[in-house]
């Protein structure tokens, strides 16, 4: 399955380019990098590192630093770190990103193979609505765009409205939602039910080969930011549950509809969704034990990274 990830690595999105890697199940045509859990400038240089240290040989694309309309968005580096993986500090990638921006390296790559490309958006929608608006070929070329993003039947976790990667960009949110023609949605129904705990953490640390300081310092840190909230049981999986979302459909139940975006008021990037013939599914349950098992049992393999 060919696939370009669009991501703000964070802990949880270096935890699904883990699983990209060793699921074997994706043909990683690029990656693009966006704003969010850190700044667009950290995004790409650890987008860049991730690349080069899995081995992806894919070209990466550095992606918007704001939201669209206007909103000024600040990372909060207590939930991923000031670098976005725990207390490490800033990446050395040894490459650079390609010169086109996010938005045109997603319209071209999916201009190529028409129908072939699904695109996986691990943080705010802001990329991809670029493209949406940019080119209206866009939306028929893309397979599939698969988001891991929105609330649908179950609190936010920005507040009790809204996710984060919806909240931190409404307006591209509903750009995607009204554009694009097909979209399967993740969203905290499923990810906040699928907890990364600390017993995880320390059999995953001896699987892990030569990633084992690195994958200890990120979680621990993502951990201690679930428990200063009162969580302790673990830490969600949100963007590695999405890719498995892909991998392993058969383990989750979706729901088809259409979706609303509210942009205003206190409720401002809730995800207001219709069941019907819509232009998106989202994951409405799932088999969560086997879920995490898919996760940790695929990553037992990275040692051989
Ligand atoms: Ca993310």
């Not at 070209?59 to 918007?64: I, R």
């Not at 750009?175 to 499923?190: E, M, N, P």
């Not at 300081?213 to 909230?229: G, R």
């Not at 999405?242 to 392993?248: D, E, P």
């Amino acid at each position: 399955m060919k696939i370009i990830i669009d991501t703000d690595p964070g802990v949880d999105d270096a935890l699904a380019l883990f699983y990209a890697k060793t699921c074997g199940a994706f043909e990683i045509v690029g990656l693009t990098s966006v704003f969010g859990n850190v700044s667009i400038e950290t995004a790409t240089e650890n987008t860049l590192w991730m690349s080069e240290q899995l081995g992806f040989d894919a070209p990466v694309a550095g992606g918007a630093r704001q939201p669209l309309g206007g909103i000024q968005h600040e990372p909060l580096p207590i939930i991923h770190g000031e670098y976005g993986f725990g207390t490490h500090g800033r990446r050395r990638p040894k490459t650079v990103a390609v010169e086109q921006d996010a938005a045109d390296f997603l319209i071209e790559q999916t201009a190529k193979t028409p129908g072939e490309i699904t695109i996986v958006a691990l943080g705010p929608l802001v990329n991809v609505a670029e493209a949406l608006n940019r080119d209206t070929a866009f939306a028929e070329n893309v397979r599939e765009i698969v988001i891991m993003g929105g609330a649908y039947n179950t609190p936010g976790n920005v507040n009790q409205y809204a996710e984060a990667n919806i909240y931190n960009d409404s307006i591209s949110a509903e750009v995607v939602f009204s554009k694009a023609k097909k979209i399967r949605a993740v969203g905290l129904d499923i990810t906040d039910q699928i907890l990364f705990s600390r017993d995880n953490l320390s059999s995953m640390v001896k699987y892990a080969g030569s990633w084992a300081p690195f994958i200890k310092n990120c979680c621990e840190y993502y951990l201690a930011f679930y428990a200063s909230k009162g969580i302790t049981a673990g830490a969600g999986l949100h963007d590695p549950v999405t890719l498995i979302s892909l991998v392993r459909p058969e383990l989750f139940n979706f729901k088809t509809g259409n979706v609303k975006v509210v942009q205003e008021g206190k409720a401002r990037g809730l995800t207001r969704f219709t069941l019907g013939n819509g232009n998106m599914k989202y994951a409405a349950s799932a088999q969560h034990d086997a879920v995490l098992r898919e996760f940790l049992e695929t990553l037992q393999r990275l040692a051989d990274i």
